[in-house]
């Protein structure tokens, strides 16, 4: 498919502080990945990542604000969580004390809003910031990890993990009836995969730093009870639900065929304005490209899906779907030491 690709640019006269900080985070954690492969890509990185961060730290806006065009399709709800992701990152790429302080001190109180559970997505960080930071706590040397702060977000994180677990006092009753943690009609398969992808990883640092249960008021739950309920989720994604249809596009002999997505429907070899696409989008035939890997959105509450590519609360895939289907899996199959994990 040939076409325009416009750009829209954030910059010191609109900012975009989420957009800024979300980036410097992902640009953080690849410099880890390429760290012992490829240290002058890392470094380079690395470089980009602190000068996305000071830039969303320095010019404070959402971009939303920004561009109000965005806001009637993905309208932020605030950028603190973004800044604290993108400083746990940056502390974890570099050690430098600066980043550690930003998330204890003053910006942490602003923002972490510790104790109260909150689901991971691509609105709100502040779940992953507590999963994350709970790794410095658990691994960290003595001088940080006792840190008190660092306290709080452990104790956050594990309040997530408590309204995870079916069985929790303190379980979430937002279920469909079949055991999927169920959000919104839109995209509903966002927070049970970031979700069960949290439950993971809290698992590995629990696994790796023996630490044998968490407290789920007065119960107590060990890693292989976050791992079940991972696997429930990742389960039903790929086909263990009502429909016996997996979500996950080109896995399994029954997923959808009508996917809401320009790359799907529009034939390689055609030639296409911005506004152009209409014409497939209304045409009855399955798409043309399979788009392997992508995940849709997923059921309503009572279970029931509709395969049609108007139906884009259904049937739009998205990349924060995917990639965090991606970690949940990978997860799932590794046993790598999350201890080692990020030297």
Not at 99 to 110: A, I, L, P
Not at 135 to 163: P, T
Request: aromatic content about 12%; proline content about 4%; charged content about 15%.
């Amino acid at each position: 498919m040939t076409g325009e690709r416009p750009l829209t640019q954030l910059n010191t006269s609109a900012p975009g502080t989420e957009v800024a900080a979300e980036t410097a985070a992902a640009m953080a954690a690849a410099s880890l990945v390429f760290k012992s492969t490829d240290s002058e890509y890392s470094s380079l990185l690395l470089k980009h990542s602190k000068q996305l961060f000071t830039f969303a730290d320095k010019y404070r806006k959402s971009y939303s604000v920004s561009i109000p065009d965005v806001q009637n399709f993905y309208n932020s709800t605030g950028y603190g969580d973004e800044l604290l992701w993108a400083a746990s990152w940056l502390y974890h790429a570099t050690g430098e004390r600066s980043y550690f302080e930003y998330v204890t001190g003053k910006n942490g109180e602003d923002f972490a809003n510790w104790g109260s559970p909150t689901w991971f997505s691509w609105d709100n960080k502040l779940a992953g910031t507590q999963v994350l930071l709970s790794r410095v706590n658990f691994f960290g040397s003595k001088d940080v990890s006792s840190s008190n702060v660092l306290q709080k977000y452990r104790k956050s994180a594990e309040a997530v993990m408590c309204g995870l677990l079916p069985k929790s006092p303190t379980a979430t009753t937002s279920r469909t009836d079949n055991g999927l943690i169920w959000i919104s009609d839109w995209n509903a398969l966002q927070h049970p995969v970031a979700s069960a992808f949290l439950a993971v990883v809290y698992s590995d640092y629990m696994l790796s730093s023996r630490t044998a249960k968490i407290s789920c008021d007065g119960n107590n739950y060990r890693p292989s009870d976050l791992r079940k309920f991972a696997l429930s989720q990742a389960d039903y994604v790929l086909g263990n639900n009502p429909l016996k249809m997996s979500y996950l596009v080109g896995y399994g002999d029954k997923y959808p065929q009508y996917v809401h997505h320009r790359g799907a429907s529009i034939p390689v070899d055609a030639t296409t304005g911005c506004r152009d696409g209409f014409r497939w989008l209304k045409s009855d035939k399955p798409n043309p490209n399979v788009a392997i890997g992508a995940l849709v959105g997923g059921p309503f509450r009572n279970e029931s899906f509709i395969d049609s590519r108007n139906n884009s609360m259904q049937t739009e895939p998205s990349t924060y779907n995917s990639a965090v289907i991606v970690g949940l899996l990978s997860g799932l199959v590794t046993t790598s030491s999350v201890a080692q994990s990020f030297t």
